[in-house]
């Protein structure tokens, strides 16, 4: 998978996707990022890449043409190595305004061949970059942020798990929070006891399916606690016998 990243601060994405999982997946192919510096498709002396609103107000606007530069640049250069990734590509923005990430929609990004990520600022961008660039809009949440580097962040290693490969054990995200709509059950792991704290007995019976149905209890109680709202309209969980 290739991920473009357009934003005026590339030197934001070292620390992130240079470690971890996210170095791995690079150093073995599973994924090819590519960091482009927004201010490279500027025209003027000082690299502007943003302007007052029409109609005033505070702030300043991103402007559209370096932006819709340097999308057009990164799918002309990348449909040169892969003509093929124009079946299957999405130019995303991370706007607070956007569609709230969820695991779905992360699994529906990792099916793409390509995605381009802008990462916005100021008061946000043209309106003309959304209606005539951008396939979706992204927010990581009902919060505003100093810009998009860090949701994009948030947005590439979310959609990264889903990738195959990336992950040593793709179970491991079927078995998760939200994965099917609710809370993950609480997980112990040795030693047995620590500090007066014990792991539930359930858990050392060796009994898989008392094990199973205690994990569903438990990922109920926690959802209903912390986030009832996942679970409003839906009653108790289906797989709970």
Known sequence: MRIDI???FPGMFG??????ILKRAQEQLLLKIHIH???KYTHDKRRTVDDRPYGGGPGMVMKPEPLFEAVEDIRSASLSQDPNLSLARKTLL???????LTPRIAQELAGMKQIVILCGRYEGVDERVREGLVDRSISIGDYVLTGGELPAMVLIDCVARFVPGVIG???ATQEESFSDGYLEYPQYT??????????????????HEEIAK?????ALERTKAARPDLI???GDLPWIG
């Open 6 to 8: 357009v934003t005026i």
């Open 214 to 218: 205690w994990r569903r209890t438990q």
């Open 232 to 234: 409003e309209g839906k």
């Open 94 to 100: 991370m706007s607070p305004q956007g569609e709230r």
């Open 37 to 39: 510096d927004l201010r």
């Open 169 to 171: 054990n793709d179970k």
């Open 190 to 207: 040795r030693p047995p006891e620590f500090r007066g704290m014990k792991v539930p007995e359930i858990l050392l019976s060796g009994s």
């Open 15 to 20: 620390p992130v996707l240079d470690e971890s």
